[in-house]
């Protein structure tokens, strides 16, 4: 059975990232996209629980994709999938200079592991989490750039966010 990972810290998950996972389910029996912690990323929008829930929601559609979590080396992660290869989605070149280093750090700890690139759509290339965020909190529409089923509630946690923040 081939495996896909799809690791990434998903806050929140974007329409750019469930059009890679469709990708990946067309070009693998079984696609795992698993919620991990980008340690340069300290202040959340959204906590682990809450990351799970909206993935599971939105990938529900798909039967071969199941969501997990790990607060572990993606390396190490990896390993408990015979013959897994982690997927991500390339938008621009600063994107492939980050991942080639991530890819060779993964390599070093965990030999047998491969990554493969997926170029973003073009209609994507420009969206990331960071973008959803700062939109969000600026009280801009969302359509178009995350899933339906969880727009509300990305609306509803930048309405928070912009109590707190005046
Ligand atoms: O969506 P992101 O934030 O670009 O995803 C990055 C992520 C979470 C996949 C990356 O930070 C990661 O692999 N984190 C797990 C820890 C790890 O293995 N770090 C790389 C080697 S130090």
Redesign the pocket.
């Known amino acids: 059975m081939r495996t896909a990972i799809c690791?990434?810290?998903?806050d929140p998950i974007t329409l750019g990232h469930l059009n890679i996972i469709r990708r990946c389910t067309k070009i693998f029996d079984r696609v795992v996209v698993c919620i991990?912690?980008?340690?340069?990323?300290t202040s959340p929008m959204f906590s682990v629980e809450e990351r799970v829930d909206m993935v599971k929601r939105v990938v529900s559609r798909f039967p071969n994709v199941t969501v997990d979590f790990s607060d572990?080396?993606?390396?190490e992660y990896a390993r408990q999938f015979e013959g897994a290869v982690v997927v991500k989605g390339l938008r621009a070149a600063s994107d492939f200079e980050y991942e080639f280093q991530?890819d060779l750090?993964?390599k070093n700890?965990n030999p047998q592991l491969e990554t493969m690139f997926l170029t973003a759509s073009g209609k994507y290339t420009f969206l990331s989490?960071s973008v959803v965020r700062e939109m969000a909190r600026y009280g801009a529409d969302l359509t178009g750039l995350v899933p339906e089923e969880i727009k509300s509630e990305i609306e509803i946690k930048a309405k928070q966010w912009r109590r707190n923040n005046g």
């Open positions: 690791p990434g810290s998903f991990m912690v980008n340690s340069t990323k572990g080396l993606l390396a991530m750090i993964n700890i989490s």
